[in-house]
């Protein structure tokens, strides 16, 4: 009686320690999975700021970038029958002219901080499929 | 009168700190007199703090200009709604409407007298040592009593974005979450410094976690709807850092949810559930750190840019909490060891640790995507921007998993997978299986629509199968006809059939998410008045434009021109509605734009119209956008909710009837 119960007992601890071993693979390989999610993906992922000087020096590289600069005034150019919008814009080094396929946003006016996301084409202009213009709003007052 | 409101909240910051410090000596002399007094404490800071709200809203309506936030948020034009909700659209007042809901629920959680005796003052204290902190924010730099020396005629005026229903109820019901969310942590931390530790607690604040936990995705699911509606950018979710913030704390909830089930049932998961509700709590203090404490980079919204004093006071309570909890889980380690261990991965109990890690997993990646360009700026001096595809493909997967499990998760049973769990799951993955057949006939042909349609109808059959199963068995024993066995079902048991229609819900969610992330269609066209064009099974014509101007003295931020354009939106040569995209110019702003779009809503998707550019001549540029099934998320959410409130109605009165 008691041998036969030592034995059952003994057979659900292994039974125990090998459902505990399995368990703790499973939960390594969920772990390790997530991990290569989130490392695999932040590089291709991201997208780094370079101020018109770096853009100019780097020359046209067809990769996904995002242009930082102000926004020249009088280069402002608005088709609207075709809704294509020209502008430039520049730092202390130079100036870019940028293109974008899309209506004019809301702030765009001379000296406006801009953030252009697209890519710096061999044309020599920055083909944009962003435009962000930095507002000052009422939160950032406080 | 507006130091009558400083002097509530200095008196409820002294009064709450009082009843932290006596509940927690009652706790350790077990002294019900101190105890007792620390119950009248937080009664006190619960009354002094409604008499501030109340008096800040009394201020917000009669336009009290003196007082500082009042001139800053409100104007003369405001309507008396959104007076209202001026309350919480500022710092200040956020701050005042989550203490205000944390000391009503924490009178409420106080006045129930069945727990434990020696958990009950550690509750106290946890929950009255928050509103310390709290009122203290208020009070060392955020007063929003505030005010100026002389009275000035008008106010600012609310930003126009605020203007909108969504902004009435998307931040009380977000507050609410956050407030809620302090309870399920308070009865953790109250546990493990009493050394009280059976699973009791569990039961006892299971209503409570699924309270939170409602509040918060309903509030973010409104706070969708709002920036849908609103924004205007064509989309519900952009992976914005103040987005994520509220996700994070949500997505740990969820996680807890299932794992308290596991203590309350199997008395598992004892360590998970000390670290979950903490690190709920500790998020939600997080989310405020990033829309208020400068520390995240944000393109979209104009959130404070450089580090606040906020910020410090909030990391070093977080960093109290983090510290204190981990230290005292080290502590009680061997009282927290499960009563059972996991026997079979393919068992109910395996796959909620999977659930565990799944949605920690999905936290994690959601909190490092939305610090990261932080942290890449401070340590190696990138700019660097995150785009929406990481999340996309880093929670896409998960997702996927996850929403598999909650189709098998419920039909197979505790312990190990039987022969019988294995029939009944394969009606579900054959029906599933057929119908992505036909969906691929039908030209769904890209893998994750694909696959999204095969789990989605592999969960409802499931669902389904588990619904009729239960009602052909009961119909068999009893008698009863359909509909009654349905009813009974129902209210015999509602936390499982609540369960099922949240999952459903969920399901629900996931259609629309996909749907409009992969068949959404744009189109930027430049019309003249009388033109047409069409858009998908739709012909849109543009019939007139005007101008007007509102409000225009005295002018505040509700002063404004409004250029309005008319579209008639035809199907198969039928009128089906009427658009109204227009463009406002608020002179007194900043950013002086503000686009309203207009939505023709329909189950099978919605026709988004954006009033992109407006020449002099009529000539109008115009964003055209099909969202298909977007309808479902906001159903989903409304399913969500039913069966959460099902699920956790007290059964107290019809248990009475029984007996």
């Known amino acids: 009686m008691t041998e036969l119960g030592l034995a059952s007992q003994a057979q659900a601890q292994g039974r125990r320690m090998g459902g505990r071993m399995r368990f703790i693979i499973g939960g390594a390989i969920i772990i390790v999975v997530i991990a290569w999610l989130i490392l695999s993906n932040i590089g291709g992922s991201s997208t780094y700021y370079l101020t018109v000087e770096e853009l100019l020096a780097e020359g046209p590289s067809n990769r996904l970038v995002r242009g930082t600069g102000f926004i020249v005034g009088q280069s402002i150019e608005w088709d609207p029958q075709q809704m294509v919008l020209r502008f430039e814009i520049a730092d202390e080094s130079g100036s870019l002219?940028?293109?974008?396929?899309?209506?004019?946003?809301?702030?765009?006016?001379?000296?406006?901080?801009?953030?252009?996301?697209?890519?710096?084409?061999?044309?020599?202009?920055?083909?944009?499929?962003?435009?962000?213009?930095?507002?000052?709003?009422?939160?950032?007052e406080e | 009168m507006a130091s009558l409101g400083s002097w509530a909240l200095v008196l409820s910051l002294v009064v709450s700190l009082y009843g932290a410090i006596a509940a927690f000596v009652g706790a350790r002399q077990r002294s019900r007199r101190f105890v007792e007094s620390a119950q009248n404490a937080v009664w006190a800071v619960a009354a002094l703090v409604t008499l501030a709200s109340i008096l800040l809203l009394y201020f917000l309506i009669t336009h009290d200009f003196q007082v500082k936030y009042v001139y800053q948020y409100t104007s003369t034009h405001l309507p008396l709604v959104y007076r209202i909700s001026a309350f919480w659209?500022?710092?200040?007042?956020s701050l005042l409407l989550w203490l205000w809901l944390l000391a009503i629920l924490t009178v409420i959680v106080v006045q129930h007298r069945d727990r434990p005796r020696q958990v009950r003052p550690y509750l106290?204290?946890?929950?009255?040592?928050?509103?310390?902190?709290?009122?203290?924010?208020?009070?060392?730099?955020?007063?929003?009593?505030?005010?100026?020396?002389?009275?000035?005629?008008?106010?600012v005026g609310m930003l126009p974005l605020l203007e909108n229903p969504g902004m009435v109820i998307h931040p009380p019901v977000l507050f609410l979450g956050y407030a809620a969310y302090t309870v399920p942590f308070a009865f953790a931390l109250a546990a493990l410094m009493s050394g009280e530790l059976s699973t009791a607690w569990v039961k006892a604040m299971r209503r409570w976690n699924l309270f939170a936990w409602l509040s918060l995705g309903v509030g973010i699911l409104i706070g969708a709807w709002w920036s849908y509606v609103e924004l205007g950018w064509g989309g519900y979710w952009a992976w914005d850092p103040v987005e994520n913030a509220s996700l994070i704390p949500w997505l740990i909830g969820t996680a807890f949810v299932h794992s308290a089930m596991m203590e309350e049932r199997r008395g598992m998961?004892?360590?998970?559930?000390?670290?979950?509700?903490?690190?709920?709590?500790?998020?939600?203090?997080?989310?405020?750190?990033?829309?208020?404490?400068?520390?995240?980079?944000?393109d979209l919204h104009g959130?404070?840019?450089?580090?606040?004093?906020?910020?410090?006071?909030?990391?070093?309570?977080i960093a109290l909490v983090l510290g204190g909890s981990f230290s005292l889980i080290y502590y009680r380690r061997r009282q927290l060891e499960s009563e059972r261990q996991v026997e079979h991965l393919l068992s109910r109990e395996g796959f909620f640790v999977l659930v565990n890690l799944l949605f920690c997993g999905a936290g994690l990646i959601v909190f490092l995507g939305t610090v990261y360009p932080s942290l890449a700026q401070a340590l190696r001096g990138l700019q660097v921007s995150l785009d929406a595809s990481f999340y996309n493909r880093a929670i896409g997967p998960l997702m996927v998993v996850i929403v598999c499990v909650m189709g098998i998760c419920p039909v197979i049973g505790w312990q190990r997978l039987s022969a019988k769990n294995m029939t009944n799951l394969s009606f579900p993955l054959l029906a599933a299986l057929v119908l992505t057949v036909v969906a691929f006939i039908l030209g769904i042909t890209e893998p994750f629509p694909l696959i999204s349609t095969a789990?989605?109808?592999?969960?409802?059959?499931?669902?389904?199968?588990?619904?009729?199963?239960?009602?052909?068995?009961?119909?068999?024993?009893?008698?009863e006809n359909y509909a009654r066995a349905l009813i009974t079902l129902l209210s015999k048991a509602r936390r499982r059939y609540g369960a099922y229609l949240v999952h459903l819900g969920i399901i629900l969610i996931a259609i629309g998410i996909t749907g409009s992330t992969f068949y959404k269609r744009?189109?930027?066209?430049a019309l003249s008045p009388g033109e047409s064009t069409v858009l998908g099974d739709y012909r849109v014509q543009y019939e007139d434009y005007s101008a007007e101007t509102l409000n225009p003295e005295p002018a505040t931020s509700q002063s404004r021109i409004r250029y309005a354009t008319t579209l008639s939106v035809y199907r198969a040569d039928?009128?089906?509605?009427?658009?109204?995209?227009?463009?406002?110019?608020?002179?007194?702003?900043?950013?002086?734009?503000?686009?309203?779009v207009a939505i023709y809503s329909s189950l099978k998707e919605d026709v988004y119209v954006i009033l992109a550019s407006l020449e002099e001549d009529g000539l109008a540029g115009f964003e055209m956008i099909i969202n298909p099934l977007v309808n479902w998320i906001w159903i989903g959410g409304g399913v969500l909710l039913l069966g959460t409130l099902i699920a956790v109605w007290p059964e107290g009165r019809a248990k009475a009837v029984e007996d």
């Open chain 2, 574 to 596: 039928s009128k089906v509605s009427t658009l109204v995209p227009h463009k406002s110019y608020h002179w007194t702003l900043d950013t002086p734009w503000v686009t309203e």
């Open chain 2, 522 to 525: 744009e189109q930027l066209v």
């Open chain 2, 124 to 155: 106290l204290a946890t929950l009255a040592l928050t509103e310390t902190f709290l009122a203290f924010l208020m009070v060392a730099m955020d007063n929003p009593f505030a005010t100026y020396s002389a009275r000035p005629l008008e106010g």
């Open chain 2, 269 to 298: 998961h004892r360590v998970w559930n000390m670290v979950l509700p903490t690190l709920a709590f500790v998020l939600c203090l997080f989310a405020t750190l990033v829309t208020r404490g400068g520390i995240i980079v944000s």
């Open chain 2, 303 to 317: 959130f404070a840019s450089n580090l606040q004093p906020i910020a410090y006071y909030l990391l070093a309570f």
């Open chain 2, 455 to 479: 789990i989605c109808a592999f969960v409802i059959f499931s669902l389904l199968g588990m619904v009729t199963r239960d009602l052909l068995a009961r119909r068999r024993s009893t008698g």
């Open chain 1, 97 to 140: 002219p940028v293109l974008y396929k899309g209506p004019p946003p809301d702030l765009l006016e001379e000296g406006t901080q801009a953030v252009v996301e697209g890519r710096y084409a061999s044309s020599g202009v920055f083909e944009a499929t962003a435009v962000l213009l930095k507002c000052p709003s009422k939160y950032a």
């Open chain 2, 89 to 93: 659209a500022g710092q200040e007042g």
